[in-house]
Structures are given as C-alpha cells and as structure tokens.
C-alpha cells in the first residue's frame, strides 16, 4: 500500500473543513513560534496546549500558520473559538507521534492528516457564490472578534443582520500584540490604545446598518498573564474560570474598561447608533448596575445596553434586569458549564456537556420567556448557534436572534436550517 494515499492520523474537526498543504512544525511552548513560518501547519502537544488557548493560538495564527494541529483540546475552547473565526482549520486527538515528521510536508483532508503534498487538483472549499442564503423570518447575525474578517468577506452585511456578539478582547488582542494592557499604556500611552480600539471597530460600524452588540473584554489572569509585563500586574489563579475577569475586574479595576468606554464613545459622537454594549460574566444585579453606571457616566448615554447571560445566577434573577437592558445574548458555552459542573476543557467529561440537556432547555426557556413579555430582544451566539437540535428547540420558546461563526458556509448552513424550521 502506498502510504503517502493513506493518512498518518485522523483526528476530530473542530474548525472549517479544509484541504491544504504545509510543513509541520511542532511547537511547545511560546519561544518555538519563531520556527513557524507563512503557511505552515501547527502541533501543538499536551506540554504547550492549557486551558483557555487565546493568547498562544492567536500568536500562532498571527506567525503564519494556516492549520492547527491539537494533542488534546475542547471545541469550547477560545483558542478554538478564534481560530475558527480566522478560517483556520483545526484538528484535535492527534498523537504526538506525529513530531517525528517535524519539517515534513503534511497535507489536511477535512479530518485526515497525509504525507506530502496530496489532493492538490481536487475541488473542495465551498465559494460565496454558490451557496443559498434564504431569507428567515428569525435574524441572523454574526459573531466577530475580527474586524478584518469583514473585508476579507465583504459579503457577509448583505447576508446576515447586524453582530450579535463582537468580543473586545479579540479585537485588543491584535492591537496589544502581546503585550499585557498596564504595559502597553505605559509604553505607548493610553490615548494610542483608545484610538486603536476605535479605529479597529469603526469599520464594522460602518458596515452594516443594524445593530453591532459589542461585549467589553473577558480576559482571564491566565490570559493576562501570559503577555509581555502580565507577571508583574497579576497574581496567579487556581481557576481562572472562576476567578477575576469579566464584569467584576471591569469594576474593581477599571483601566482597561474606561480604554472600552472611551472608544466607544469616541464612535457614538461620531454619529454611530447602532451600538450596544454588553459585559461578561454577570452575576449579581448590583455588580450589572456599577458596570452601567460607570459608562452612562463616562458619556455614553446614547447607545443601547444588554447583559450577557452566561452564569445560571443571571438566568435565575432575569427580571432583575429587564427596566436597564434593551437586549440579552445567550453565552452558551459558559452557562452549559457553569449549570452542569462540566469543566468545558476537559476531554473526559465532553460526552456529557449538552447545551441541550434538560436543565439548559429550562434557563433558556426563562430568559427568553420573560425577555418577550418585557420587548427585549434575544439573542444566541457562540458555537451554539450552529447546533441545530439546540436552535430547534429556541426557536419553539420565540428567540430573535442566531448569531453564528462569520464565514459563508456556516451563514448558508443556518439560514436554510432555520427557514426549514420556519415552513414546518
């Protein structure tokens, strides 16, 4: 048998399906990313891959590589969640075995890895052009994290409506390059960082008329720590999952949520109003009112504010924010979590993690429920929004919104799904 025509490894897909070529180049820790270059594949092993990927695959991806090849990792993962936005395909369960053809040409097929360059002729990548994109009568919006993602695919404003989740840190992640915010401020100053912020999200601004939800950063310690400076600003967390990030930080220390603020409302004077704003992490009523507070105070008092539902504490005291939020989004992945007592990152226990399961179903159900009666608009974002059984069963309790991965593909796979749904 010819073993260049049979794969070395299979593995599970966990962003577009792709076929490409590159050399393998293993990396174990941030200081092989100098060894990457433009167009190469990416393994990355248990010693380098940690709980929440963000930083390291965004310095991966931002190195050259075009695929990510993973030992072990999540689907729920934000190192996963990033590169799937950026189209960057990415395989978990693929043995270290495969180090042994570090600088070899290796080619990915969907979920199968090759050895050499193969399948070079064959038409695969689904094109804009020949997708159907049906109207729904259910909104479909995107997530981006990105704003570059929309002038690579510039016809994403005509076939979806608006952002329903744009995450900050993504977008701060590329402006810092690396570099812990306290650091970055006392390098370049902190005028440079706000005018960055609104720089990079102006254009999405621009591109579409309906609204552009935006939520203020979630990074962790464990993230923060990781960049340039992060050390000497940050005390190291056991469970970073549950620890110092989101709305709470943005209230104890506010540094780089008055950075947020300040650019956002740099845009709402420039005449934007398609603008909301949205934290992470919300738990507790009164810590939603102090982070409102503070940007009604900082000026922004003509834009649109939701909250983020992410925590059961959230979905168990909804009516305790309806009079101060126009909106809700759905943080999926993190509620599934957090209501189940299933670390998302953990591989053992992924047979379990069901954003379907009974106990989901009746939170979601609440929140929805209740944001109808009150004329507040309701939104699913993350990797949820392309889980059909889930939508399905949204779509029965009145949800307004799915707000999905920004590539044509997955836009295509939604809107035929849901204007299905919608003739049955």
Not at 111 to 133: A, I, M, T
Not at 160 to 180: A, K
Not at 265 to 272: A, E, I, K, N, P
């Amino acid at each position: 048998m010819n073993r260049n025509l049979t794969p070395i490894q299979s593995g599970l897909s966990l962003g577009p399906a792709k076929r490409l070529s590159g050399r393998l180049v293993c990396i174990n820790d941030h200081q092989d990313l100098g060894d990457i270059s433009e167009g190469d594949i990416a393994y990355i092993g248990r010693r380098a891959n940690k709980t929440n990927n963000v930083v390291l695959f965004y310095d991966i991806i931002r190195s050259g590589a075009q695929a990510l090849l993973c030992e072990n990792i999540g689907r729920t993962d934000h190192g996963i969640v990033l590169a799937k936005e950026l189209n960057i395909p990415c395989l978990s369960d693929i043995s270290r075995s495969i180090e042994q053809f570090e600088g070899e040409i290796l080619t990915l097929r969907t979920d199968e890895v090759y050895l050499g360059k193969r399948f070079v002729d064959e038409s695969f990548q689904p094109v804009h052009s020949n997708l159907s994109y049906p109207e729904t009568d259910t909104t479909v919006a995107i997530n981006l994290g990105f704003p570059e993602v929309i002038a690579r695919r510039q016809a994403l404003p005509d076939i979806t409506d608006g952002v329903g989740f744009m995450r900050l840190e993504f977008v701060l992640l590329d402006i810092l390059d690396n570099t812990h915010p306290k650091a970055y401020i006392r390098r370049h100053g902190r005028e440079q960082l706000v005018a960055e912020l609104a720089t990079r999200i102006e254009p999405v601004l621009e591109a579409y008329e309906s609204s552009v939800w935006i939520r203020t950063d979630d990074f962790s310690v464990r993230q923060l720590r990781k960049m340039d400076g992060g050390s000497q600003y940050e005390q190291p967390e056991e469970n970073p999952m549950l620890g110092w990030r989101g709305v709470s930080r943005s209230i104890a220390e506010p540094t780089l949520y008055d950075v947020q603020l300040d650019a956002i409302r740099r845009l709402s004077d420039r005449g934007h109003q398609n603008i909301g704003l949205f934290p992470p992490m919300t738990r507790f009523p009164g810590e939603y009112d102090d982070w409102k507070s503070r940007a009604i105070e900082a000026g922004l008092d003509a834009i649109s504010f939701g909250v983020m539902v992410e925590t059961p504490a959230a979905a168990l005291t909804f009516e305790a924010f309806v009079d101060d939020i126009s909106f809700v989004v759905f943080g999926s992945n993190d509620l599934t979590q957090f209501t189940l007592a299933i670390d998302r990152n953990n591989n053992r226990l992924q047979s379990k993690y069901d954003e379907t399961s009974a106990a989901l179903l009746s939170l979601f159900e609440r929140v929805i429920s209740i944001a109808n009666e009150y004329d507040i608009k309701s939104c699913i974002a993350g990797q949820a929004a392309a889980n059909e059984s889930l939508v399905a069963d949204l779509l029965s309790f009145g949800i307004d919104i799915l707000s999905v991965n920004p590539d044509y593909k997955t836009v295509a796979d939604t809107r035929q799904f849901t204007a299905q749904l919608e003739g049955d």
